[in-house]
């Protein structure tokens, strides 16, 4: 299976995945089109011998010479939907005290890198380290808009934390195979399907109805104990949508990776709890409790780094009817001509890891906006954010949320989210060594709620078998899904919701 691309030579594979698959991955990782393409040229007669002496040779990888350059390199492909194994079930075990997490060997750092990280074939294509921050940092580039990242104590770790959220975002972005199912919520009815109705609708325009037609996916109703349908465009963040279907602005909100379904779930579900809890503080301008610093080492040498820079990290428990611990940072100063104000979110069962999970992204998040201001100064000009702070319609991405709320003529906004009461320490929780046993836990208590956990399994079959991993998209209906972009807001039909302030939220 040899084929020339001007001075790439391309050889195998042979066994075990096709030649689509590869083609497909190459050609997706140089972002080249594939319908109509013809691959043309001449092995430089000094390659030949080469050549022949690889070709025959059975193996699972691709063998690429470049002739004018002198190089090979070897790449391993991921099968893609036509080579993909069948899926196996995995057996739920108990996970360390407070982990929540089990054990997976397969996902060395090495292991990792080997599995899914190619500059030629993807999905991975690179790894690029940042040393200046307060955390070791790490992105995982799946393509020019699209990353994981990591930010723990060691690079090492860092790559591993990458490497998982890049596999998660792809994941989560659209189906392997598209949905054959085209139907209206009206004629598959609540007992078959989930009600677009109750995810929080856009306020800015009414492009949803019943008898609107689109492709759905088959999810699980851990409440029901039954299959559901959810809408793909939900089930799937970067589904391929037709415009004149599309009825809400999807983000990765509720993707969860882990060792296991069950674990993924969990994870996910941890996901909506944290921005949830984000953004039904924020709309409903929700006074928040300060909570105590715990003896954690990570949390005082963040609270220590802000404060060397001019800032003062809070700590602020957003814990809702969820029952999730959910925690707020916010790291705020007055000094003139900082950026005066930074949130982020975590949630765990264990309030120490969601403060630590909080922590870590306000803190980065601080020390890198110098950075992303340097190098777009256009788009962090006082002139333009104050034209994004009186018209809200101009917030569009991630940035301007963060962007916006810097200004101190922001501080209005945020300034009943700190309660006057003294500080307190977070409620703990029943600690459960079973994942199993806490998915049910959840389900149940969120039934008693009037609330229904679904999953979406979407898990690649192929790092599931070779790394041990699995995803999920959770769906809470009636929860507040994380947008960016004002217009796109989803607050309406939301009963849970007491909204007192519309601004743009800071989230990162």
């Given amino acids: 299976m040899t084929r020339v ?13 096709c030649v689509d698959c590869a083609e497909n991955a190459r050609l997706a990782t140089a972002r080249a089109p594939r319908q109509n393409l013809q691959l043309e040229g ?22 690429a010479i470049r002739t004018d350059l002198g190089l090979v390199s070897t790449h391993r492909i991921a099968p893609g939907t036509c ?19 089990t054990p997976n060997d397969k996902t060395t750092v090495d292991g990792l890198k080997d599995a899914v990280v190619d500059f030629r074939h993807g999905p991975v294509t690179a790894l690029f380290r940042t040393g200046d921050l307060p955390l070791a940092t790490v992105t995982a580039e799946l393509d020019s808009h699209t990353a994981g990242y990591g930010r723990t104590t060691s690079f090492d770790e860092a790559e591993r934390v990458a490497i998982f959220e890049a596999i998660e975002r792809l994941n989560g972005m659209r189906p392997r195979v598209p949905s054959a199912l085209e139907a209206s919520f009206a004629e598959l009815g609540a007992d078959q399907a989930l009600d677009p109705e109750t995810l929080g609708l856009n306020d800015f325009g009414d492009t949803y109805h019943p008898d609107l037609k689109f492709r759905w996916t088959q999810g699980w109703s851990y409440t029901r104990r039954k299959p559901i349908q959810v809408p793909e465009q939900v089930a799937y963040w970067a589904a391929h949508t037709p415009p004149e279907q599309r009825f809400v602005h999807e ?22 709890a944290e921005r949830d809890a984000f953004l039904m503080a924020w709309y ?17 040498h963040l609270t220590d780094r802000l404060e060397e820079l001019g800032y003062e990290l809070l700590f602020l428990d957003a814990t809702n009817d969820l029952g999730i611990p959910a925690v707020l ?7 003139k001509g900082l950026p005066q104000a930074f949130f982020a979110a975590g949630a765990s069962p264990d309030p120490t890891r969601a403060m630590r999970s909080a922590a870590v992204e306000v803190a980065v998040d601080v020390e890198a906006f110098a950075d992303r201001a340097r190098e777009n100064p256009e788009a962090y000009q006082r002139e333009r954010l104050l034209t994004l702070l009186h018209d809200p319609s101009q917030v569009r991405s991630m940035d301007d ?3 916006v709320n810097t200004l101190p003529e922001a501080r209005d906004r945020y300034a009943s989210l700190v309660s006057d009461e003294p500080p307190q320490a977070l409620s703990t929780q029943p600690h459960h060594t079973d994942l199993k046993e806490l998915l049910d836990h959840y389900a149940e208590d969120l039934k008693n709620k009037g609330l229904e956990l679904i999953a979406v399994d979407q898990s690649d079959p192929h790092t599931a078998i070779t790394l041990g991993l699995h995803s999920a998209k959770v769906i809470v209906p009636g929860t507040l899904p994380m947008t960016f972009g004002h217009l796109h ?15 743009p939220h800071p989230f990162p």
Avoid: M, Y
Avoid at 83 to 93: D, G, N, Q
Avoid at 251 to 272: D, I, K, Q
Avoid at 287 to 297: A, C, E, N, S, Y
């Fill in 5 to 17: 691309d001007g001075g790439l030579v391309l050889i195998g594979p042979t066994a075990n995945v």
């Fill in 42 to 63: 001449l092995i430089a007669p000094a390659f030949q011998p080469l050549v022949t002496a690889l070709q025959g040779r059975e193996h699972d990888t691709v063998i």
């Fill in 83 to 101: 080579c993909a194994p069948e899926s196996s079930t995995v057996e739920e075990t108990a996970t360390p005290l407070g982990e929540l997490r």
């Fill in 251 to 272: 983000t990765s909100n509720g993707c969860g990776l882990g060792n296991s379904l069950t674990e993924a779930v969990l994870h996910g579900l941890f996901e909506v």
């Fill in 284 to 300: 409903a301008q929700t006074p928040l409790t300060r909570i105590k610093l715990p003896p954690d080492p990570l949390l005082h």
């Fill in 329 to 335: 940072t916010l790291a705020r100063t007055t000094r």
């Fill in 401 to 403: 949320h963060v962007a």
């Fill in 489 to 503: 807001r989803r607050t309406h039909g939301l009963p849970r919701l007491n909204r007192k302030a519309g601004h």
